[in-house]
Structures are given as C-alpha cells and as structure tokens.
C-alpha cells in the first residue's frame, strides 16, 4: 500500500506523534531559551538588556505575522510537506541566527526565526487531530505540545549551561541542526496523508466573524500573559530576592518544564472529557499561585513548588485549541494561526507590563501580582465564553424541541 492511500486506522500514530513533538521542541528550544541567555547576548553585543530585550520580542513579531500567512498559504498543501516546508525554515533561520555578527542581525535573523513558528504548530496540531479517534482529539493534541513541555525541562536548562560555559551560539546551531533531523524524520515517518477538510479562504475568514472565537482567545491574549510575566523575571527574582546561587535558575526552570509536562498531560486527559470547566477551574487555581508567588520567593523549595504549578497552567493550551475547534467546525487552519498570534501577543504583553511594574520600583518578585491581575483577565474572558456557549446551546435544543 503507498502512503498516500494509507488510512489513519493504519498509521503508525505513536511515531507520527514522536516526530511531531520533535518540532515542538525545537520551538521550544528556541523560543524559552533565549530568556535565560540574555545576559550572555548582551555581553557579547555590548547592549543594554533592554536591547537584547529586542531579540525575544523579534521572535514574537515573527510568530504574529508568519502564522497566519503561512497556515492560509499551505491550508491545502498535505501536511507532510507543508510540515517540510517549516522545518526548512526553522533550520535556516536560527543556523543564521548563530552566526550573527552584530545585535540587529540577530534580530533579524530571530524575526526569522518566529515565522515558521505558529505554521508547524497549527500544522501539526491539526494532522494530530485528523489521526486521532474523535473521543482521544484533545489528548492526540497535547502529545505534540509535550515536545514543547518537555524542552523547557530539558532543553532550555541544558543550553543555559551550555551557553554560560561555551556560547549562546551552540545552543542555537544545536536548534538548528535538530531542525535537520526533523525534516528527514517527517520524510521517513510522515505518509502523504490527504487532509480530513479541504480548505477555502472563505472559509478560514468566516472564522473571524464569530464572536465566541474571539472571547476563547482573549482567554489567550490576556490570561496567558500571566505565565510569561512570571517566567520572563524567575532569574531576575531568584538572584535578587530568594538571593541562591545562579545555578538554581536551572533548577527553576526544570520544575516550570515539569509542571508543563504534567499539566499538559493532566489538563489533556481533563479536556476529552469537560474542556470548558476544566478551562475556568485551571485559572482560579493559577490566580491563586501567581499571589502566593510573591511571597515563596523568599524560600527557594517554597519557590520551586510554586514555580511547578504556574508551569501546569501551560497545558490550557491544549484546552483552547480544543474548545476552538468545537465552536468553529470550519477554518481550522485559521483557528491554529490565530492561536499561536494570541500565544505570542501574550508572550508580548507579560513581559512589558512585568518590566513596567518593574521599572516604577516594584521587586522582581512582585511579578506575581501583575501576573494575577491578567490571569483574572483571562478568568473574565473565559465567563463570557461560558456565557455565550450555554446560551448556544440552550437556543439549540429550543430549536430541536
């Protein structure tokens, strides 16, 4: 049998997922670990942080503005190439970036870098959806997340010893290379699986119309600026408030990666069953971390526990590509674009009105505050979602009835 005329009951779907997760790792690779080595950036370009600052925000602009041009223009490609096409573009971009010579060239290159980002992952997430059985969608889904989880356990601890032994530069040649292997393995494991829902621009657009959409990502945009508040300061925090050796930054980062894994994994399993509530329970609980931030920073065990939970809160992430999906039976590539644009306005937003805090005299620490503030935010967004999906369904079975 070929692979084009290979059925999703025939796949090998474990391998599929393994190298579906690899991508997201590289991602994560090269997003999250460009936080910690800002310091190292800086000393090597001879910047302030808030110029190295740029880099980060680079990526960001990239993911915004590649995701969906770059999820339109394949929507209707088979994902195994479209998935090539990505990879290819991660492997050059942060090779570049590498290679950089001055501190615009990398944020240029890191722009780069961004465009394929939100494209793979939508990419991804939605041939995750087509292999999977319909009741295990959202579970399929949160395994090709996990490659993402597992590098910030992993990756980015590893590469901020690497750079603060080596360079900054190995840890990005090191994203880049991964990207090579990637691509050969989508080449080897991936069939050339036709697309479950033929796309139209029409379509994709429509999506912009509804309005439960846009409520489901403010819960983004908004609530999830909380989880990079937080994290863009925890090595500003730890050397300055908790005041342990910089080794324990590592140690930190490892207990946020684990608790993304494992809240990934939980918040998965919790979505095939009650996406919505699961949502709205998972946000009261981070509010309630995000204040007792503030004061566990005084105790580095006290603080890596806290830091564990926050780090669950990234599985919503799976949450809201399912709930999406549900609300919108059409424009999936558009939904998977617009979510990564809404993951990375928030990537946006935290940090700066963490930084503002900040610079008006606040503690690092007292991030917490700030992060609660927007998680409540995304609480509200998630009410009205609430709201708005009972009144739908009520109209519904009035018009069954």
């Given at each position: 049998m070929t692979p084009a005329a290979t059925s999703p009951s025939q796949l090998n779907t474990t391998a599929i997922l393994l190298v579906l997760a690899l991508g997201t790792f590289i991602l994560g690779l090269s997003e999250f670990s460009m936080m910690p080595m800002l310091p190292l950036i800086s000393e090597t370009f001879a910047s302030t942080p808030s110029q190295s600052g740029y880099a980060i925000s680079a990526y960001a602009i990239g993911v915004v503005v590649g995701a969906p041009i770059l999820m339109l223009t394949t929507a209707n490609m088979k994902k195994r190439h479209a998935l090539a096409i990505f990879l290819t573009l991660m492997f050059i971009s942060n090779g570049l970036s590498a290679m950089?010579?001055?501190?615009?060239?990398?944020?240029?290159?890191?722009?780069?870098?961004?465009?394929?980002?939100?494209?793979?992952?939508?990419?991804?997430?939605?041939?995750?959806?087509?292999?999977a059985p319909q009741h295990k969608r959202a579970s399929y889904m949160s395994k090709v997340f996990m490659g993402l989880t597992i590098a910030t356990i992993v990756g980015v601890p590893i590469v901020t010893l690497v750079g603060q032994n080596l360079s900054w530069r190995y840890c990005l040649a090191g994203a880049s290379a991964l990207a090579l292997i990637a691509l050969v393995c989508v080449y080897v494991v991936i069939p050339k699986i036709e697309n479950s829902q033929p796309s139209n621009l029409i379509n994709e657009f429509s999506v912009l119309k509804n309005k439960l959409v846009w409520s489901i990502l403010g819960i983004v945009i908004i609530g999830f600026g909380g989880v990079f508040c937080i994290y863009t300061y925890i090595a500003d925090t730890i050397l300055v408030v908790t005041q342990t050796p910089a080794y324990t930054i590592s140690i930190a980062m490892v207990m946020f990666g684990i608790g993304c894994t494992l809240g990934n994994y939980v918040l998965g399993k919790a979505a095939d069953r009650a996406a919505l509530k699961t949502t709205g329970i998972a946000l009261v609980c981070t509010i309630i971390f995000s204040v007792a931030y503030v004061s566990a920073s005084h105790n580095i065990w006290l603080l890596y526990a806290v830091i564990f939970f926050i780090g669950c809160s990234v599985g919503l992430a799976t949450l809201i590509q399912t709930l999406l999906m549900d609300v919108s039976p059409n424009g999936h590539a558009m939904i998977g674009a617009l979510v990564q644009c809404s993951f990375n306005t928030a990537?946006?937003?935290?940090?700066?009105v963490g930084g503002m805090f900040i610079a008006q005299g606040a503690m690092p620490n007292e991030t917490g505050y700030v992060a609660a503030v927007l998680f409540a935010g995304g609480l509200i967004m998630w009410l009205?979602?609430?709201?708005?999906?009972?009144?739908?369904n009520t109209q519904l079975e009035q018009c069954s009835a």
């Open positions: 950089a010579t001055s501190l615009e060239q990398l944020i240029v290159f890191r722009f780069l870098s961004g465009l394929p980002h939100g494209a793979y992952f939508g990419a991804a997430i939605l041939l995750a959806a087509d292999i990537n946006a937003i935290g940090p700066w009205l979602s609430y709201l708005q999906m009972n009144k739908k």
